[in-house]
């Protein structure tokens, strides 16, 4: 496979009802599968709803290989699509902002947020699996939630190890940037995504939630963009439920890490001067 199709989906999730929850990711996926997506993105904590009520995040909260695994596991297999999704996750009584890709094949791979923002702090526990690829029928895809987007070490981190393109569940919110939007429309969340793409050679794949929750205004902003910072699709409006969807091509991405002899972005990097360490080891 070359070209494939990818699908980033936005909603705004049920605080609360995780049976209502997975009903919409179930409706979503079919409808993006049916769409030709072979790589489908969710929002983050699309399964229990993004709020930061800690009891009610207990009643949703399941361990990594519980109930929404079991139903990621068989809309993969049953689309044959990749999905990745965002769950509260409880191990031994600990929370974590997770997420999870699934494969046709039925592989399982587990990423928990390293980065907590703002009061996601007195809920949840830092990641502690580090950074987290996968190796899918399209690609090998890196991995990461929301915040974790605005440490750059991340994205070039997982670009170093060989991410394909990059997964990012989030729920965009605001009090971070002081202009709610540039003049093009885009949130700094977003604009800053694009910039990843376009200075890691990096496609994103970026699914927000959207609308209102437990008094969290969401920015949706959902979008697609390629391995030149080239935005494909979105960004999503913030109350607008939907997709985004375009055609990634693997030939084109991996040929994005080297524009000519001369250019040659990462292979012209002064490890002499610099490095970065990630999950031990240097690059």
């Not at 979503?28 to 983050?44: C, D, F, H, M, T």
């Not at 190796?135 to 981190?157: K, M, N, Q, S």
């Amino acid at each position: 496979m070359s070209g494939f199709g990818v699908s980033a989906v936005q909603f705004g999730a049920v605080p609360g009802d995780a049976a209502a929850n997975r009903r919409l990711i179930a409706g979503a996926v079919r409808a993006e599968a049916e769409a030709g997506a072979k790589l489908i993105v969710l929002p983050e904590l699309a399964v229990s709803g993004y709020h930061l009520d800690e009891a009610l995040l207990r009643a949703t909260a399941e361990p990594a290989a519980g109930e929404t695994a079991e139903l990621l596991a068989a809309l993969a297999a049953r689309h044959e699509a990749t999905i990745v999704c965002g769950f509260c996750e409880d191990e031994g009584g600990r929370l974590y902002n997770s997420a999870l890709l699934v494969t046709p094949q039925g592989q399982q791979v587990l990423y928990r947020k390293l980065h907590l923002f703002d009061g996601e702090k007195e809920v949840f526990t830092p990641g502690d699996r580090g950074l987290v690829l996968a190796e899918t029928p399209v690609g090998t895809v890196g991995i990461c939630v929301c915040y974790d987007l605005r440490f750059v070490e991340v994205a070039r981190g997982l670009a170093l190890m060989g991410a394909d393109l990059l997964a990012v569940p989030t729920a965009w919110t605001g009090g971070f940037d002081r202009a709610p939007r540039d003049e093009g429309g885009f949130i700094g969340q977003a604009r800053g995504a694009v910039v990843q793409a376009n200075l890691n050679q990096l496609p994103m794949v970026c699914a927000s939630q959207s609308g209102t929750g437990q008094a969290i205004r969401f920015l949706g902003s959902s979008l697609i963009a390629d391995a030149y910072g080239a935005c494909l699709a979105g960004p999503m409006g913030e109350d607008e439920a939907g997709a985004v969807r375009a055609v990634l091509d693997l030939d084109q991405i991996r040929a994005a890490r080297r524009r000519s002899d001369r250019i040659r972005p990462r292979e012209d990097r002064r490890v002499d001067v610099y490095s970065l360490g990630v999950n031990g080891r240097s690059y």
